[in-house]
Every structure is written in structure tokens, then in C-alpha cells.
């Protein structure tokens, strides 16, 4: 049984997640590369310099597609100076080639980032998002997604990373599609 009609839906809430930041001007473009796989986002601030809306999508050597959009809040708990979390939420949908599927999955997530006290602006970060059985549809059971990296502004506004990320889905018949598993290099532009 496939649910592609699912896709429209997600790509309106990831594209809507963007929408409602309303007039205010861009934040990051980044982009990031693989031995297999590559992906783009866009994210903007949500009328407080601690909220963002953002929205991606990742394609791999497999031909598999994914989307996701979400909201994310950001801050440093007092005292914690060189710590700063986050917590959001994202919408994931997935077309999955090999096994010829499709899953969407809403995932709760979190971010910690650690800046490294140095002249120049560096960052080692990770970050997880994962939807159980209850909020994922389609042929998937869960999702995870995690990556981390380490980041250097080395020019005013730009950022270069290098991290690992994995992206994986359990499915109804007891297959794991791992969509990533790799060490990606990527840039971070702030507008």
C-alpha cells in the first residue's frame, strides 16, 4: 500500500513553516555533501532571534528523496556560556526508491552546541531527531536522523563544517532504509 498523496501535505507544512516568519529577511542557506548523498535547507528566525522555521531536502545515490520541515528554539541556560540547546519539531517525508515505499514520520529533536573560545568562531555540535511507531505513517515503523560536526566561520557570515550524519527508517517488513551513514562536508551562509 503506498501513501504518496502524503507528500503534498508535507511539503506544504515544510513550505507553510517558512511561510509563517512572515516578511523578515533570510537567515542560513547550507548545503552539505556526501560520498552518497546531498542536501540543501533554508532556515529564517520566527519573530524572535531564538525561534527558526526550516526546511530541507536530501537526495542520495539510491534515488531516495526526503523533505522535512520544522520549528526549532534555541538558548543558553544561564551561566552556561559556552553551551547553547535546542528543542523542535520536524515533518519528514520520505520516497524511498529501493525498497519502493513511502513513510512520512513527525520526530521530536534536540541540538547542543558547544563554541569553542577561540579568535575565530568555531562550533562542535550534534543533534537527533526520532519518531516513534505512533507518529509515523506509510511503510515505516521509526525514524531516526542524527548528525554531528564540527564548524569554522572562516570568512564573515560563512561557515565551513565537517560532520557525520545517519538517517535511517525501520519498515513494516523488518528492513532498516538507511539513507545516510556518512562523514559530509558542507558550507553555512547567514543573510
Known amino acids: 500500500m503506498h501513501y504518496r498523496p502524503l507528500f503534498p501535505l508535507f511539503l506544504a507544512v515544510g513550505t507553510g513553516a517558512l511561510g509563517a516568519a512572515g516578511a523578515a529577511h533570510a537567515d542560513q542557506l547550507e548545503a552539505f555533501l556526501s560520498e552518497r548523498a546531498a542536501q540543501i535547507g533554508y532556515a ?15 537526495y542520495n545515490e539510491d534515488s531516495d528523496v526526503m523533505l522535512n520541515g520544522g520549528v526549532m528554539a534555541y538558548g543558553q541556560p544561564p551561566g552556561q556560556l559556552p553551551f547553547s540547546f535546542g528543542a523542535g519539531v520536524k515533518a519528514y517525508a520520505f520516497s524511498l526508491d529501493d525498497a519502493d515505499e513511502t513513510v512520512a514520520a513527525g520526530a521530536l529533536g534536540g ?9 575565530i568562531p568555531m562550533h562542535v555540535s550534534a543533534e537527533a531527531f526520532y519518531a516513534p511507531g505512533i507518529t509515523t505513517t506509510g511503510e515505516g515503523d521509526n525514524m531516526l536522523d542524527f548528525n554531528t560536526r564540527f564548524e569554522i566561520e572562516f570568512i564573515p557570515r560563512t561557515s565551513g563544517f565537517i560532520g557525520y550524519r545517519k538517517l535511517e527508517v525501520d519498515l ?9 551513514d556518512n562523514i559530509h562536508i558542507g558550507l553555512r551562509l547567514n543573510f
Do not use: C, H, Q, W
Open 44 to 58: 529564517k528566525p520566527l519573530g524572535t532571534s531564538n525561534n527558526d522555521a526550516m526546511a530541507a531536502i536530501f
Open 111 to 119: 541540538r547542543a552546541v558547544y563554541t569553542i573560545p577561540a579568535n
Open 172 to 180: 513494516d517488513n523488518d528492513d532498516d532504509a538507511e539513507l545516510d
